[in-house]
């Protein structure tokens, strides 16, 4: 995959490096658990933090398959 950049808002979680959205996503998910940010009850909803929720849009809970609709977002060839 192309390497692409990350919006600020992204960079803050993942760095500002270009990288493929694969590794983007990778790292994603270590700031995730490494922040616990996964609901305990519901696996496959996120409650982002403070960083994580300007990449999320301000959403309260994010269902971990729609986590790459709104990543996109943040991601620029």
């Given amino acids: 995959m192309a390497p692409l950049t990350p919006s600020d808002a992204l960079a803050a ?3 500002a ?3 493929p959205r694969t590794e983007c996503v990778k790292k994603l ?7 616990k940010l996964q609901d305990k009850k519901n696996k496959r909803m996120i409650n982002p ?3 994580l929720g300007k990449v999320f849009g301000g959403s309260k809970g994010v269902n971990m398959f729609a986590m790459m609709g709104l990543l996109k977002k943040h991601l620029k060839k």
């Fill in 29 to 35: 998910w270590v700031y995730i658990k490494k922040h």
């Fill in 13 to 15: 979680i993942v760095g």
């Fill in 17 to 19: 490096k270009a990288l």
């Fill in 49 to 51: 933090d403070a960083a």
